[in-house]
């Protein structure tokens, strides 16, 4: 994503095509009865999500879009907040214990919102003490993580917004985190220049640290098998830690420009790193070898 703009990349056949635009006003394609849904103006994007079919889109005025991939237009879009600097941080797509498909939302107003996939009604609305800058539902669909404007970090019920346990070490705020596969370990980044492990069966303390080189930690992802741990700093280093080695070994990748975000391809041979630098800015594509090491890349 860059802007008014998102773009889909084919690692085969190596070229990419926008497949949305929302540089000009926005107009919903479905139209349900009770379906709180309303034209906008253009969206400058600020978070994505793709899964189960769905991209979701978060905008810098607390906007939400989300779009059927294989349908024209935008299906649903709203205005979450309409307070100053309300920006969507976070959005996801998730399935629920009962397995419903369910889009999350994570602003700066303080809020946690939840709707149905299919219908598009909100769910459930969680509000807290302050702005929510990411969250993320373990893989069961019944816990929440939440960071924001705090040191502490928030495991949450799912489905009543109860907070379960805060978790403390960190120094600053927070602005990412990670589910393992197993759904016991979760990595949170903060602007202390960490990320810190935690077994979420013994969440009194971090188990792990570990250490970026220069600036906040803004991106984590697990490789889909949990084998891998991508941390992404705000500039020119992204690491890769072995969990199987207990977080001990690791890798890191020197490369140059701003970080927009990070991804892993479904069979973990590749790594994905955008890069918002406005003269280098490119998508760089990290190939893996059979022994577990990372070669150059190309864009």
Known sequence: MQNYSLMHWSSL????????????????????????????SRV???SMAVKENLILLGGFDGELLCKCVNQPGVAFCTRLSTEDNAIT??????????????????NNDCKIRVFDAQSFTRVSEFTFDWSV????????????????DSTECLISDSHSGKVISRLKGHKD??????????????????????????????????????????????????????????MAEPADFVHIFDT????????????F??????????????????????????????????????IDSFY
């Open 13 to 40: 056949l190596q070229r990419g095509k926008e497949v949305v635009n929302v540089a000009r006003s926005v107009t919903p394609t479905q139209k349900l009865p009770g379906l709180f849904s309303e034209p906008l």
């Open 44 to 46: 400058q994007v600020s």
């Open 89 to 106: 941080n976070t959005v996801d797509i998730y399935r629920d214990p009962s397995g419903s498909l369910r889009l999350i939302t994570a």
């Open 133 to 148: 800058n990411n969250t993320s539902v373990s893989p069961d669909g019944k816990l929440l993580a939440v960071l924001g």
């Open 173 to 230: 705020y927070s602005f990412a985190s990670a589910w393992h596969p197993n759904g016991l370990i979760l990595a949170t980044g903060n602007q202390d220049m960490s990320c810190r492990l935690w077994d979420i069966r013994n969440p009194s303390e971090s188990f792990a640290v570990l250490k970026g080189n220069m600036g906040a930690i803004r991106g984590l992802k697990f490789t889909p098998e949990g084998r891998f741990l991508a």
């Open 244 to 255: 199987q080695s207990g977080f001990l070994k690791s890798q890191q990748i020197d490369l």
């Open 257 to 294: 420009g701003e970080i927009a975000g990070i991804s892993f391809s479904p069979d973990t041979e590749a790594l994905y790193v955008g890069i918002a630098d406005r003269t280098y800015g490119s998508l760089m594509e990290y190939k893996r070898r059979k022994d577990n090491h990372y």
